[in-house]
């Protein structure tokens, strides 16, 4: 679940329940699976697959079940599934945008499990492009904090080409231009070492506050999201605060 910050990205985990870990580690060999066939095989020569594998081993994933994820992607290999990045949009409770990203190996099953959970949850499904203009697509690349100080990594940020980076006392989360992904995670992981993580991601333009009842609502429906099988991100433009995120995440 992602709302205006990194910071806020990582406050609401799912337990680590086993069947959960099964799910999580799912949704990682998906990513993997796409990004070994977008590009190499290679995550020394594949950015999005090196993205992938390192969220996996944060994980914990299994060493053995992301090789089998690289292998399963290549051509002609047995039982491979053919996922599809596919990308739908809504509003959930208290008119909050929401961005899901999915892979999924039958759109249209897909779209009518999410369509059903968005109505059942005081939301409403929209077209491709509805509330995407709320978001800017951005790339984001974060340190942790001890990776250097606030004002050395933004000046790295400034030289390297990045538009922002927002520092605290855990960590640095650089943004920047999707075209230039590549070249400012090159150029920052050259000077910092390998980032904790790097993704493109959907940054919103303007915030929805949402507190009490709606707030509780929103989160209970973000995780319903977040369990669909397909789903692998879901992105929106709220804003709760860091008392209603501990006392409504997990419930």
Known sequence: MSGHSHAKNVMHQKSKTEAKRSKIFSKLAREIIVSAKQGLPDPAHNPRLRAAIQEARKANMPGDRIKRAIQSAQPGAEGAANYEEVRYEGYGP???ALIVEALSDNRNRTAAELRTLFSKNGGSMGESGSVAFMFSRVGEIVF??????ADTMLEAVIEAGGDNVESDEMEHAVTCPVEDFGAVRAALEEKFGEAESAKLTWYP???????GETAQNLLKFVELLEDNDDVQNVF???DISDEDLEKFAGE
Do not use: M
């Open 205 to 211: 333009k303007t915030e929805t506050p949402l507190a």
């Open 144 to 149: 942790l904090a001890k990776a250097a100080s």
């Open 236 to 238: 929106g433009n709220f």
């Open 94 to 96: 208290g008119g909050v």
